[in-house]
């Protein structure tokens, strides 16, 4: 299974991007798939998740900004950004895994729940 993420950039403070993940030999079809980010020197910070029933789940300080979707057909998982902010610079990575469905969840998002890992794509806010 690979995870590449792509569509990373540098951007102003109140642009917009859009990330992409693409599986190759592999079907997000009964995965839960989400974003994470990272910093240097910080832990991996859940951003958005989709279950399997394609009901999204949003870490507070990226809702009503971000928007996670994905096309089964081709393989692909997406993060709409907008409004960004200086502190959303980070690198973002997708992952899937067997995760609890939404409307069992409670608390953030867990890189543990998550088994297939991309290697990330850099996305730079600047004021």
């Known amino acids: 299974v690979e995870l590449e993420e792509t569509g990373g950039d540098s951007v102003q403070s109140g642009g917009s991007l859009r990330l992409s993940c693409h599986a190759s030999e592999f079907t997000y079809m009964g995965y839960c798939m989400a974003w994470f980010r990272q910093t240097p020197g910080k832990e991996r910070e859940g951003v958005a998740l989709i279950d399997t029933d394609g009901i999204s789940d949003y870490a507070d300080s990226v809702k009503g900004r971000f928007t996670i979707s994905q096309d089964n057909a081709k393989n692909l998982l997406y993060l709409q950004m907008s409004s960004l902010k200086p502190e959303d610079t980070a690198m973002y990575y997708c992952?899937?895994?067997?995760?609890?469905?939404?409307?069992?969840?409670?608390?953030?998002?867990?890189?543990?729940?998550?088994?297939?890992w991309g290697q990330g794509t850099q996305v730079t806010v600047s004021s």
């Open positions: 992952a899937a895994g067997r995760c609890l469905p939404v409307h069992e969840r409670g608390g953030s998002i867990s890189p543990a729940e998550f088994d297939y």
